[in-house]
């Protein structure tokens, strides 16, 4: 399975975890309400709804949908030279410079620098055949997850931002979304996401369609969500940080939670190698 750029916060490493054609075994659609790289309803096979908030996530997926890939790939072949790659981050914000800092950098010139040429390597057919026959939509989450409530034949995978996190990352890359949060004077209010968690427990607990989700596993976390939990294992994130010198993976817990039976799920240490089930 190809993606169509490496996302921050992507689950696409851990999709082994999920027994896929036993999931959707009596699905009709596959619903991301917090969709990123759609990585979950693109491995899916089946007819997707897709939702984000990020508005030029949306104008990038809606723009595939209705032109193809050909100006965003001629777009990456036209700036291939480290120099090319300075001159789109310091040019006009637009969607193509948009997509290229994704396609060629984000864990390279973004989060994580090095002096590395960006990566030489971009495929967006799948995307093109994925997002043609998908619904994609730019709203709250709330709203999508009101919507397919009581169908029992969608499948909902949820990937919230980190519960621990202020959303920071996707803020300070989409700038867009923290003019809302504007006081005067006073400064930019951090974002609080901690409601999201609340109003997600109260879905789970009166909702008939199915549902998964991942998300990381903090004491709060485990403890709300405590009826839901399939199991926790370890993530190592595929960036590096940069500590006294010496770069490390970081490390965190993470939480597989849904209403679907445990055969859904690989979660046996032989299975996957590293982890074991709780
Ligand atoms: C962890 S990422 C999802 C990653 C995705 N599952 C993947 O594999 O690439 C969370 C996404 O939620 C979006 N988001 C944040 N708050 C949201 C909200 N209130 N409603 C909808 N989407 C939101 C962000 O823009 C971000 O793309």
Redesign the pocket.
């Known amino acids: 399975m190809s993606?169509f750029f490496p996302?921050?916060?992507?689950?696409?490493r851990e999709l082994k975890r999920i027994n896929m054609p036993k999931c959707v075994e009596a699905i009709d659609i596959v619903v991301?309400?917090?969709?990123?790289?759609?990585?979950?309803s693109m491995a899916s096979g089946k007819d997707a709804a897709v939702?984000?908030?990020?508005p030029m996530?949306f104008d990038f997926m809606s723009t595939i949908q209705a032109e193809g890939d050909q100006k965003f790939i001629d777009f990456y072949n036209a700036h291939k030279t480290r120099e090319q790659f300075e001159e789109v981050l310091a040019g006009e914000q637009n969607l193509m410079a948009w997509y290229y800092k994704r396609a060629a950098s984000v864990f390279r010139v973004g989060m994580y620098p090095t002096a590395r040429p960006p990566v030489r390597r971009v495929s967006l057919s799948k995307a093109v055949e994925f997002f043609q026959k998908s619904r994609i939509t730019n709203?709250?989450?709330?709203d999508?997850l009101t919507e397919f409530h009581d169908n029992e034949r969608a499948l909902i995978?949820l990937?919230?931002?980190?519960f621990n996190s202020s959303?920071v990352e996707?803020y300070q890359q989409?700038g867009a979304?923290l003019r809302d949060q504007i006081e005067g004077d006073r400064g930019v209010r951090v974002p609080d996401?901690t409601q999201?968690f609340v109003d997600i427990i109260k879905f789970f607990q009166t909702c008939r369609c199915k549902f998964i989700m991942?998300t990381n596993g903090n004491a709060i976390m485990k403890h709300i969500y405590r009826d839901f939990i399939i199991y926790e294992y370890q993530f190592k994130y595929s960036g590096t940080i940069i500590i006294n010198g010496i770069g490390r993976k970081k490390l965190t817990t993470h939480l597989l939670i849904s209403n679907l039976p445990p055969d859904c799920f690989n979660c046996h240490a032989d299975a996957l190698g590293e982890m074991a089930p709780t």
């Open positions: 993606f996302y921050p916060g992507s689950k696409r991301e309400p917090f969709c990123g790289s759609c990585c979950f939702n984000d908030l990020d996530l709203v709250n989450y709330a999508i995978f990937d919230p931002p980190y959303s996707y989409h979304l996401n999201m991942i």
